[in-house]
């Protein structure tokens, strides 16, 4: 079977919406799928969404006005249209709703805005932020992605980058992968040397050969009229020296490009507190080594102390597998999500740090180093993202069979807590990273393909749990696309979506149920295990699950009672152990 990927696919919209009825603006059109009719018929459907079309100058269905017709993603249209228009539209039967085109901010960092479409994919990667108070009926990702989950296309989301502020996490939607971005083992050096000796490990995508590492030295300019160093302005003292300037916004390459362009000869950038340990390699155009806060702070107060500081920079190249990987990166957003916290958010951890990738299009300062090979590095979870596209659609082409929510769930229990040392992820302070941080883990790709068990959701249930949400019928219809009416079915509350995580609140007594599908062909035997700490009672029925054949479902029933006078979240698991597999679930005590 061929798989197709989608990593990006960019419609762009250049106007914002306007308040004049008049105006033509880009509208995103939904629409009820008409009765009767094959709606996989291309043709017809074209027909159907023509008929939506203004008529001008006489002339039915103006179809210059349109832009693009899903086939996907949603039945609809985007649309150049005026608000009368629209309001036009709106009285024909079939009509759900039409909204103007957002922009959206693409979550790597310093790019510009744009919104994604997808159709006629298989696997999608969403990189774009939406703002993480939305309900989903508002993001228009939660819509597409919905309809694409339906139709059995694996969405990945970036899970956005405002970390390491807590409840910033995007894309939530619990059919969407939402992706954290991580560290990994590949280091592109840059070693700052002081005159005392001491040595401190940067790093710089530019690693200019014709730099020569010898002392000069340092200076730590604060322009006048200013507290702080921010190394941007005017800086008029700087020329032939190394200077020393604090990662202000991870804004990095344009601060190296003010103090270039002001004759400094080298830069060393320091992190503060907030990016604690996750050091960037960028496309710098001067020499540059991007230090620790660790580290900065001793440099900075070795150039305190000293009257006469200098410092060289050498330019070490690529090192690989020395370093512990993967820490989650400081940008990274963290759960919980604000919309559904009774949902683990962000889901998984993939590398999403100093990424080598192909970069069309210039941005940014120039002279840009490195970018006019047709190829640049940069961070973001939006390069974390399309990581588990290219996982999600390598498993669908071993498991075609495989629902995104079974190939969502055999990434997030097969994830690993460690790193590559055997010791605990670690955060960008170095400390022991949770589940809202790197979500069930880190991917592990090999182990995803052979998972044992899955925890399977269908449409069915996603509607159950939206109805759930308290959302009115009509919002979720926004949200499916169809006439939903919540009385007439079982509502799925947030902790009893079938979801491999679990979710609690301090002080509750909740019992959720899970089932799991055999995807092997295989008998197996499943014993319960179970960590959480002494303060937290669970209780799990069966303690023991028994597989015959392929495809078998079977259900299990936890209990967990935790005191009130809990202080801090619990991290918890519940694994299904057999012979050859373990499938993990993460349980948070929130
Ligand atoms: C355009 O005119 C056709 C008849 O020519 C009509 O069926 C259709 O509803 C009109 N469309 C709109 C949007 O008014
Ligand atoms: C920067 O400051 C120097 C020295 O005060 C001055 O000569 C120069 O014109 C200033 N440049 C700008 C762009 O303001
Ligand atoms: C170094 O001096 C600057 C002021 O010039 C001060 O802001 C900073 O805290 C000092 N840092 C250390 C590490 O001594
Ligand atoms: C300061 O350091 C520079 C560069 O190493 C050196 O040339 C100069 O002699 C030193 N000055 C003093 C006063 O030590
Ligand atoms: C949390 O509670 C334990 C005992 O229940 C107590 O020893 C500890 O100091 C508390 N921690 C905080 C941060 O309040």
Same mark, same amino acid.
């Given at each position: 079977?061929?798989? $197709?990927?989608?990593?990006?696919?960019? #419609?762009?919209?250049?106007?914002?919406?306007? =308040?004049?009825?008049?105006?033509?603006?880009?509208?995103?059109?939904?629409?009820?799928?008409?009765?009767?009719?094959?709606?996989?018929? $291309?043709?017809?459907?074209?027909?159907?969404?023509?008929?939506?079309?203004?008529?001008?100058?006489?002339?039915?269905?103006?179809?210059?006005?349109?832009?693009?017709?899903?086939?996907?993603?949603?039945?609809?249209?985007?649309?150049?249209?005026?608000?009368?228009?629209?309001?036009?539209?709106?009285?024909?039967?079939?009509?759900?709703?039409?909204?103007?085109?957002?922009?959206?901010?693409?979550?790597?960092?310093?790019?510009?805005?744009?919104?994604?479409?997808?159709?006629?994919?298989? +696997?999608?990667?969403?990189?774009?932020?939406?703002?993480?108070?939305?309900? #989903?009926?508002?993001?228009?990702?939660?819509?597409?992605?919905?309809?694409?989950?339906?139709?059995?296309?694996? +969405?990945?989301? /970036?899970?956005?980058?405002?970390?390491?502020?807590?409840?910033?996490? *995007?894309?939530?939607?619990?059919? *969407?992968?939402?992706?954290?971005?991580?560290?990994?083992?590949?280091?592109?050096?840059?070693?700052?040397?002081?005159?005392?000796?001491?040595?401190?490990?940067? &790093?710089?995508?530019?690693?200019?050969?014709?730099?020569?590492?010898?002392? @000069?030295?340092?200076?730590?300019?604060?322009?006048?009229?200013?507290?702080?160093?921010?190394?941007?302005?005017?800086?008029?003292?700087?020329?032939?020296?190394? !200077?020393?300037?604090?990662?202000?916004?991870?804004?990095?390459?344009?601060?190296?490009?003010?103090? $270039?362009?002001?004759?400094?000869?080298?830069?060393?950038?320091?992190?503060?507190?907030?990016?604690?340990?996750?050091?960037?390699?960028?496309?710098?155009?001067?020499?540059?080594?991007? !230090?620790?806060?660790?580290?900065?702070?001793?440099?900075?107060?070795?150039?305190?102390?000293?009257?006469?500081?200098?410092? /060289?920079?050498?330019? &070490?190249?690529?090192?690989?597998?020395?370093?512990?990987?993967?820490? *989650?990166?400081?940008?990274?957003?963290?759960?919980?999500?604000?919309?559904?916290?009774?949902?683990?958010?962000?889901?998984?951890?993939?590398?999403?740090?100093?990424?080598?990738?192909?970069?069309?299009?210039?941005?940014?300062?120039?002279?840009?180093? @490195?970018?006019?090979?047709?190829?640049?590095?940069?961070?973001?979870?939006?390069? /974390?993202?399309?990581?588990?596209?290219?996982?999600?659609?390598?498993?669908? *082409?071993? $498991?075609?069979?495989?629902?995104?929510?079974?190939?969502?769930?055999?990434?997030?229990?097969?994830?690993?807590?460690?790193?590559?040392?055997?010791?605990?992820?670690?955060?960008?302070?170095?400390?022991?990273?949770?589940?809202?941080?790197?979500?069930?883990?880190?991917?592990?790709?090999?182990?995803? /393909?052979?998972?044992?068990?899955?925890?399977?959701?269908?449409?069915?249930?996603?509607?159950?749990?939206?109805?759930?949400?308290?959302?009115?019928?009509?919002?979720?219809?926004?949200?499916?696309?169809?006439?939903?009416?919540?009385?007439?079915?079982?509502?799925?509350? &947030?902790?009893?979506?079938?979801?491999?995580?679990?979710?609690?609140?301090?002080?509750?007594? %909740?019992?959720?149920?899970?089932?799991?599908?055999?995807?092997?062909?295989?008998?197996?035997?499943?014993?319960?295990?179970?960590?959480?700490?002494?303060?937290?009672?669970?209780?799990? +029925?069966?303690?023991?699950?028994?597989?015959?054949? =392929?495809?078998?479902?079977?259900?299990? %029933?936890?209990?967990?009672?935790?005191?009130?006078? @809990?202080?801090?979240?619990?991290?918890?698991?519940?694994?299904?152990?057999?012979?050859?597999?373990?499938?993990?679930?993460?349980?948070?005590?929130?």
């Amino acid at each position: 079977m061929e798989t $197709h990927l989608l990593l990006f696919a960019f #419609l762009i919209f250049f106007s914002l919406p306007s =308040q004049s009825a008049k105006v033509v603006n880009n509208y995103i059109v939904q629409l009820r799928p008409p009765e009767n009719v094959d709606i996989s018929n $291309h043709k017809v459907m074209e027909g159907y969404y023509n008929s939506f079309l203004p008529n001008t100058s006489g002339n039915a269905g103006d179809k210059s006005r349109m832009i693009h017709t899903y086939q996907y993603a949603m039945c609809g249209f985007a649309a150049r249209l005026t608000k009368d228009e629209v309001d036009e539209m709106a009285k024909k039967a079939g009509f759900l709703n039409a909204r103007p085109s957002r922009v959206l901010n693409m979550l790597t960092t310093h790019t510009p805005s744009f919104l994604a479409i997808a159709d006629g994919v298989d +696997v999608m990667s969403i990189s774009l932020g939406v703002d993480h108070q939305l309900p #989903l009926y508002k993001d228009y990702i939660a819509i597409a992605s919905f309809t694409a989950a339906r139709k059995g296309i694996f +969405v990945s989301g /970036a899970a956005g980058n405002s970390g390491p502020l807590q409840a910033t996490v *995007v894309n939530v939607a619990p059919w *969407v992968l939402t992706v954290a971005a991580g560290t990994m083992d590949r280091s592109l050096k840059a070693l700052v040397k002081l005159r005392d000796n001491r040595e401190f490990e940067g &790093q710089s995508a530019f690693q200019p050969s014709e730099f020569s590492s010898i002392f @000069l030295p340092l200076t730590y300019p604060i322009l006048p009229g200013y507290k702080d160093n921010i190394c941007l302005g005017n800086l008029t003292t700087i020329k032939g020296k190394v !200077v020393l300037c604090h990662n202000n916004n991870a804004a990095g390459i344009d601060i190296g490009y003010n103090v $270039h362009k002001h004759g400094g000869a080298a830069m060393i950038l320091m992190n503060g507190e907030n990016e604690g340990y996750t050091t960037l390699a960028e496309a710098h155009v001067l020499p540059v080594s991007n !230090v620790n806060y660790a580290d900065a702070t001793k440099i900075l107060s070795y150039f305190n102390s000293s009257t006469n500081a200098t410092a /060289a920079i050498m330019f &070490q190249g690529t090192i690989v597998g020395k370093s512990e990987a993967p820490a *989650v990166a400081f940008f990274s957003s963290r759960g919980p999500s604000v919309e559904i916290p009774g949902v683990l958010k962000p889901d998984i951890l993939a590398p999403g740090v100093n990424i080598v990738a192909a970069w069309p299009f210039t941005v940014g300062p120039k002279p840009m180093a @490195l970018t006019n090979t047709g190829f640049n590095i940069i961070a973001g979870t939006s390069m /974390a993202t399309p990581h588990l596209s290219g996982i999600a659609a390598l498993l669908k *082409v071993l $498991h075609p069979r495989w629902s995104p929510a079974a190939i969502k769930s055999a990434i997030m229990t097969t994830a690993t807590t460690e790193d590559n040392y055997g010791k605990p992820i670690l955060d960008e302070n170095h400390h022991t990273a949770n589940y809202f941080m790197m979500g069930a883990g880190q991917v592990n790709p090999s182990k995803a /393909a052979d998972p044992g068990l899955v925890f399977d959701i269908d449409t069915k249930d996603y509607i159950a749990f939206l109805c759930g949400m308290g959302y009115s019928d009509k919002q979720v219809g926004f949200i499916t696309g169809d006439d939903t009416q919540c009385e007439k079915m079982e509502k799925i509350l &947030q902790s009893g979506l079938n979801y491999p995580s679990i979710i609690t609140s301090r002080g509750q007594h %909740v019992v959720v149920k899970r089932t799991v599908t055999n995807v092997v062909e295989e008998t197996s035997t499943y014993k319960v295990e179970v960590d959480l700490p002494k303060e937290v009672a669970f209780k799990v +029925v069966p303690n023991v699950l028994e597989f015959n054949k =392929q495809d078998e479902k079977k259900s299990f %029933v936890v209990s967990i009672n935790s005191g009130a006078q @809990l202080n801090e979240s619990i991290f918890g698991n519940l694994k299904w152990v057999s012979k050859k597999y373990t499938v993990r679930m993460p349980i948070i005590v929130h």
